[in-house]
């Protein structure tokens, strides 16, 4: 009778289902099966947790690249080419709390000859505070940041490579042009074109991108060939104070600026390659999701075997006043259970790997360059979920083949 009070309780299902989980069954093939299921959950989850780590190492070895000269904050125009920063408003942004630093842009395409050799380009002039806002030390290959209020440029190592030009040409001048503004008809290329003769003293080098397109040179210049105000600029750079918050800042400064500038952060600068490593991250997923389903077949497996073989035992609970109900939930729970140890322990194992990635490098992509990972709660939490739904779900399936026909035939 006592065993009857207690069948309908979770806790003695729970009980039946952990000595299913840990007895061994009479038949060696069940036992082999079992084996089999835990190791292909174990292992799935390794490989799930494994594969978002190095994928999260290679999102941010490649996104260090495309932030070395991306600032915190960047405000451009959004009607126009330009905009008047007033002394009003610069006083204003001094005055935002959080903000240690910023630079004011002149950007516009241009073109650059040097000897018998052209390139289309971005011009990109910056003033004296563009140093404190971005990481010049760590993009420069060869030469060195131009001077303040100089005719100097660097440009990038794409450019450098077409053009034919190092920083050692002392001799020679790079000549930048920009179209004149203006109407009517033009008679010569001296006409349709403003020129500048400057001096190239850097190299930068930071992806393939910016490597081919941009050169950089002093406001002075570009505010020079552009016929542009003493006010008049393109963009404005930040430098965030390290425990700024940023939504606070930026709200502020887009209230300074009006609704005719935008204000972006790092992310929204890089919005078409932050939307491509999550795609790609997203696939990964779901690739290495399947094969943690195709694993959890096995416990589904496993399950029904076991019921098979424990149909005696079955046919005496229900004899003893279990209900079809009851025993379902056992197989249920040892399902669960299974999935669950599996995977805690396929993430410790797949945690430790990267763990050993990390610290000692063992998996080189080239001699100097350890493959890069990155060991993330977020990916843990994600993994366990992501195994324990699936469980829960494989589990359902297999306890659901147990009918009243079964537990009385026992």
């Known amino acids: 009778m006592p065993i009857i009070g207690y069948i309908g309780d979770m ?31 174990v292992l799935a989850a390794a490989a799930l947790f494994i594969v978002l780590s190095g994928f999260a190492g290679l999102k941010a070895y490649t996104l260090e ?25 610069e006083n204003k942004l001094k005055n935002i709390e959080g903000i240690a630093s910023y630079s ?14 052209t390139h289309p380009s971005f011009l990109k002039g910056v003033d004296d505070y563009f140093p404190a806002v971005n990481k010049i030390d760590s993009i420069l290959s060869e030469g060195a940041w131009m001077i303040p209020r100089t005719k100097q440029i660097v440009m990038g190592w794409g450019i450098s490579n077409n053009l034919s ?35 190239n003293v850097g190299i930068f080098e930071v992806n393939e991108n910016l490597n081919n397109n941009y050169i950089f040179t002093t406001i002075e210049v570009a505010r020079d060939l552009l016929s542009y105000q003493p006010n008049q600029i393109t963009d404005i750079e930040f430098k965030l104070s390290k425990n700024a918050k940023e939504e606070s800042i930026k709200s502020q400064i887009q209230s300074i600026l009006g609704n005719k500038i935008v204000v972006k952060n790092r992310e929204e600068l890089n919005e078409s390659l932050h939307k491509m490593l999550n795609i790609e991250n997203l696939f990964v997923y779901l690739v290495f999701t399947l094969v943690l389903i195709i694993a959890l077949f096995n416990v589904i497996g496993s399950i029904i075997m076991m019921i098979l073989d424990k149909k005696q035992t079955l046919n005496t609970l229900f004899n003893l006043g279990a209900t079809v109900k009851d ?14 140890i599996g995977g805690v322990l396929g993430l410790l194992i797949g945690a430790l790997i990267i763990f050993i990635q990390q610290t000692f490098e063992p998996v080189m992509i080239t001699p100097n360059l350890p493959y890069p990972v990155v060991l993330k709660i977020e990916n843990l939490i994600l993994v366990f979920i992501t195994i324990t739904v699936f469980g829960v779900i494989a589990s359902k399936i297999a306890s659901v083949r147990i009918n009243r026909d079964l537990v009385k035939t026992g």
């Open 165 to 199: 030009i190092g920083v050692l040409d002392y001799g020679k001048r790079v000549k930048l042009y920009v179209p004149r503004p203006g109407k009517g008809q033009i008679s010569s290329t001296k006409q349709a074109f403003k020129q500048i003769n400057v001096q």
């Open 65 to 89: 690249f495309s932030t070395d000269i991306d600032p915190d904050l960047k405000a451009e125009t959004v009607i126009g080419k330009s905009f008047i920063l007033t002394e009003d408003t």
């Open 104 to 117: 004011k842009i002149i950007e516009e395409r241009a073109l650059a000859s040097f000897d018998d050799n």
């Open 11 to 41: 806790n003695f299902s729970l009980y039946i289902a952990k000595r299913y989980l840990r007895s061994k069954s009479s038949n060696n093939a069940i036992n082999f099966i079992s084996i089999i299921a835990i190791v292909g959950v």
């Open 327 to 340: 025993i379902r939930r056992i197989f249920f729970l040892q399902g669960t259970l299974m999935t669950i």
